[in-house]
């Protein structure tokens, strides 16, 4: 039943990545020739002309204020589909310009990305958003990389939940008969430790105190990035894998401890009382 149960949280496991494969595809972009035939010559005065509407937050000449400074800006330089993702999506406090038509959309992200010291060779067209897309979108990655994704829904909830429940149980399950058989015989169980169970101990410990001095380390680093003045967004992912790797050498170094060096009693089943067990 363990490998029965491993199986069976493997299988759900693949079902839920097909339904989180579903999420992360992107819109496919639409290439309308008559948006790239204007794109060139409407942007430097279409483009300024919308820009008014956000100068508000990023200043007349790109400066910044409420909102990010958009002069000399490399990073908008080296990804001008960022520049078209940020305006058709917003991020943070800046929301979504839908109101916008696509022209107005195309002309904007080009005044931005051809003023104020940012130059780039070929003008922003619907061609070079639906290049620059990934398979994932990465508003989703994002969200992904969180421990408890914001908009996760109940299919999610429930095949996660399941499949954890089946793989503790087939994980015990395993390690019960590991430890202690497939039958248990009343008595006294004396256990005798091998130079590979200690090595494998000692090893585990080890491990384990390793992880914990790196854990610490990565929390040290991503508060401090929190508290400089331009915020670093922790490295989750790090944290994660720490923590995960403390938990399992603790529960291997317990198992082994268990196995090799704590001796056991097994007592005798009585078959009169009411229940079954």
């Not at 091998?194 to 854990?215: D, H, N, R, Y």
């Amino acid at each position: 039943m363990p490998w029965v149960a491993i199986v069976c949280a493997a299988i759900m496991w693949i079902i839920l990545l097909f339904l989180f494969n579903k999420e992360t595809a992107p819109e496919p972009v639409v290439v309308d020739p008559a948006v790239v035939a204007t794109i060139n010559k409407e942007w430097p005065t279409v483009g300024k002309t919308v820009y008014q509407g956000c100068a508000g937050c990023h200043g007349a000449e790109g400066q910044g204020g409420v909102g990010p400074a958009l002069a000399n800006n490399t990073k908008i330089v080296k990804d001008p589909v960022y520049v078209h993702t940020i305006i058709t999506k917003g991020k943070g406090g800046m929301p979504a310009q839908s109101q916008l038509s696509e022209t107005e959309v195309y002309a904007v992200a080009n005044y931005v990305l051809n003023s104020w010291g940012n130059k780039i060779e070929e003008p922003l067209t619907p061609a070079t958003v639906a290049e620059g897309q990934t398979k994932i979108d990465p508003a989703v990655l994002k969200n992904r990389s969180r421990f408890v994704p914001d908009h996760i829904k109940l299919p999610e909830i429930f095949l996660a939940t399941f499949v954890m429940v089946l793989l503790t149980y087939g994980l015990i399950g395993l390690y019960s008969v590991w430890a202690e058989g497939l039958e248990l015989h009343p008595g006294i169980h004396k256990v005798r430790s091998t130079p590979l169970a200690t090595l494998g101990i000692i090893t585990s410990l080890g491990l384990t105190v390793m992880f914990s001095v790196l854990f610490v380390r990565q929390m040290v680093t991503d508060f401090a990035g929190w508290a400089a003045a331009e915020p670093v967004a922790p490295n989750v992912t790090a944290e994660g894998f720490y923590a995960a790797m403390i938990l399992l050498m603790l529960a291997a170094s317990i198992a082994l401890y268990k196995k090799y060096f704590m001796d056991g009693e097994v007592l005798v089943e009585d078959a009169s009382g009411e229940f079954p067990w």
